[in-house]
């Protein structure tokens, strides 16, 4: 298919329609024809994959570096993978880092039938239990966080500080995020729809490229139904502010369109003093992937501070 063909099928956004067509066309040329561009990852940690075998389950697992517990939970249809460059940086800072992949994605596996938030968070809880982690700083990204919060709720023993990237629930996207949203969740969605969802995802459309580089890997779109039902059967008031004393940073892109920043604000208050919030300028929904480094970078700062207190 020639690029004009691709410029003609997609809709062009306001501002800046012309860069945001070319950026997700050549984007859509790579990824529709199969081809990869060439890229050299420098993996500074050794990485142990491994099963944890539960009462239902079987979650997959991913650990490197050494040090105090870092758990990463991932977004929505994603597998842990896309937080590699994160796992990474927080490895070479001096942390145990290990990425779980919910039920339904990745090698994890599980009955699908009744499945909530609770469900997925005594997986996690499991997994921590299991490798002997002890209590963990617990990360969460997009639907991860919801886990992330569920889990300080239940399990607060597990739990030594929450962090959230992407911290959504009250304030809802606007329509064409939403729309957004929804084909990113849809396992039937085409690979053009899931590109062009994706200026919605994040800040500057320069970075679309590299990013779509990142998740196609990480695209677990058969894990939808049992997220999307266990998000369902789950209501706001069992996740969204856990009581207690865990401490929580709130880490968000300034410019996220589908967990609009007045959910962090409105997290904080109704944690109160518990709660530290950080706004990343220039970063979208995809802020671990916009800005890795950074977002490495605020968590780390943030421990630090805990262990210091």
Excluded at 178 to 188: E, K, R, T
Aim: net charge neutral.
């Amino acid at each position: 298919m020639t690029f004009k063909r691709f410029a003609g099928l997609l809709p062009t956004c306001c501002g800046v329609p012309q860069l945001i067509a070319v950026i997700i066309c050549v984007a859509a040329l790579n990824l529709l024809s199969g081809c990869t561009a060439s890229r050299t990852t420098e993996k500074t940690n050794n990485v142990t994959e491994g099963v944890i075998k539960l009462a239902d389950s079987n979650i997959e697992y991913f650990s490197r570096g050494q040090g105090e517990a870092i758990v990463l939970l991932p977004a929505g249809t994603l597998t842990v993978q896309y937080l590699d460059a994160v796992a990474n940086a927080l490895a070479s800072s001096g942390y145990r880092v290990v990425g779980i992949n919910f039920r339904g994605s990745g090698k994890s596996t599980g009955p699908s039938a009744g499945v909530t938030l609770q469900t997925m968070s005594d997986d996690v809880a499991g997994v921590i239990q299991g490798l002997k982690l002890g209590s963990a700083h617990v990360v969460g990204n997009d639907f991860g966080n919801r886990v992330a919060r569920l889990l300080d709720s239940s399990h607060p023993e597990l739990t030594r500080s929450v962090i959230l990237l992407a911290a959504g629930g009250k304030v809802p996207p606007g329509p064409a995020a939403q729309h957004a949203l929804d084909v990113m969740f849809n396992p039937a969605s085409s690979k053009l729809e899931v590109l062009d969802s994706m200026r919605y995802m994040v800040f500057n459309p320069a970075d679309i490229p590299r990013i779509i580089e990142t998740i196609k890997p990480c695209r677990s779109p058969e894990a939808a139904g049992i997220e999307d039902a266990a998000a369902k059967a789950t209501p706001l008031a069992a996740w969204w502010a856990p009581p207690g004393k865990t401490k929580y940073l709130i880490l968000q892109g300034a410019q996220d369109q589908i967990a609009p920043p007045e959910n962090g604000a409105l997290l904080q208050q109704d944690l109160g003093e518990r709660a530290t919030l950080v706004n990343v300028p220039d970063a979208g929904h995809l802020l671990p992937l916009e800005k890795p480094q950074a977002t490495a970078d605020h968590i780390a700062s943030f421990i630090r501070q805990l262990d210091a207190q």
